[in-house]
């Protein structure tokens, strides 16, 4: 059966939204617009799962989730043409995450990389629903059987997951589905949209770490809501080797941080690496990052100053995610219905 084509990503209100997730993610969202119908979505349930001292508590959660919203608008999407809204506000996701917590099975969850760096030593202390983080995160996007889901290579492997589960979940009630008028499979198998320089952005301090919201240092990484001052700074002082830039993009490898730095000024800039080389290679590194910075602010400052223009206007944002969420609500009780149809649960 051809499905509907939709897409769904969603992005942690944890504070410190930064370039990884801008160019990772974000600006796949704003071009996805012009093709899709999308639903982007502030995924606050999957922020509580770490200790509350990571995602700071109620007050903070309240206002990262006003922020991410104010940086998918800033940057962007259109609200109104779209859906946004923030993953709490439509019951169906953790609904649709229990049917699929009997589906997934350990086996596949203990394969989850990303619990295992997120959990750390310590694996006793870690929430539950660290654990079942990925169950939750296939549960949002299927809730609306979304077909495409943009995001940065850090997440391949929970997509892969989310395809299991689908196709497990076809599998196993397979009759029910075709009984019910489904035809051979009621979940799509989403692909990722996995592209471009900039999938992996690291840190300016260290070319072989990801560019992390939770790393401690600052200058690792370039918040969305830092100034021209600060974005400035940061490129200067990333960290670079003695060599030139090269002129073609083999001469990147074993070069982690020039690698970076030309990849973020290819995603920024909209060009491939090869080309950024091509205008770079042979130059002093200090000439490419006068540039790179020049880009940056250029297309990081105006953003940065709606987001804050934005986030005071708590009300507009509210009304946003309110708005959002009732059109999502739709759409996901659709398909919870199905399901407990497919599944055999009495409902009214
Ligand atoms: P989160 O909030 O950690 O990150 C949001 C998006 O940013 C991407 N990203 C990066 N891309 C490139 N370089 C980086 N250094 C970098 N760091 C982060 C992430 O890949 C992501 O696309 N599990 C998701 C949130 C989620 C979700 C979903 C995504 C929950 N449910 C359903 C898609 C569909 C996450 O942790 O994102």
Redesign the pocket.
């Known amino acids: 059966m051809a499905f509907k084509q939709r897409v ?5 209100p ?1 504070g410190n939204l ?1 370039l ?2 801008y ?3 974000i600006v796949k969202f704003v071009a996805l617009q012009e093709h899709y119908d999308c639903i982007y ?1 502030v ?1 606050d349930l ?1 922020a509580i799962t770490v200790p509350i001292d990571v995602w700071g508590g109620p007050e903070e959660l309240r206002r990262n989730t006003r922020e991410v919203t104010a940086a998918f608008i800033a940057s962007g999407i259109d609200p109104n043409k779209h859906i946004v809204f923030n993953q709490s506000q439509v019951a169906h996701h953790a609904e649709l995450a229990w049917v699929f917590n009997c589906v997934a099975r350990l086996g596949w969850l203990n394969r989850m990389t990303q619990f295992k760096e997120k959990a750390g030593k310590d694996r006793e202390a870690a929430s539950i629903g660290l654990y079942d ?1 990925p169950v ?2 296939a549960a ?2 299927l809730a609306y059987r979304a077909t495409h ?7 391949k492997q ?1 997509l892969e997951l989310t395809r299991d589960i689908a196709q497990k979940f076809n599998n196993d009630f397979s009759e029910s589905i075709r009984a019910r008028g489904f035809g051979e499979a009621f979940f799509p198998l989403t692909e990722p949209i996995i592209q471009g320089p ?5 840190s300016l301090r260290d070319g072989t770490k ?4 939770s790393d401690a240092s600052d200058n690792s990484r370039i918040n969305l809501t830092d100034d021209a001052d600060a974005i400035a700074q940061k490129i200067r002082r990333a960290k670079t080797d003695p060599e030139p830039l090269p002129g073609e993009e083999a001469g990147l490898e074993h070069r982690p941080e020039a690698d970076n730095l030309v990849g973020i000024y290819a995603a920024l800039a909209d060009k491939p690496k090869a080309a950024v080389l091509q205008e770079f290679g042979g130059g002093q590194f200090s000439t490419f990052k006068t540039a790179l910075a020049d880009l940056s602010v250029a297309r990081l400052s105006p953003i940065a100053a709606e987001m804050k223009r934005l986030t005071q206007d708590t009300a507009y944002i509210d009304s946003v995610l309110a708005g959002g969420a009732a059109r999502a609500e739709v759409l996901a009780a659709e398909t919870m219905n199905a399901v407990k149809d497919i599944l055999g649960l009495v409902r009214r």
Do not use: W
């Open positions: 769904f990503s969603g992005v942690q944890t930064h990884g997730n160019l990772g993610a979505c995924v999957h983080y939750l995160m949002d996007i889901v943009p995001v940065g290579e850090d997440q929970h900039a999938t992996r952005v690291m990801k560019m992390s919201k």
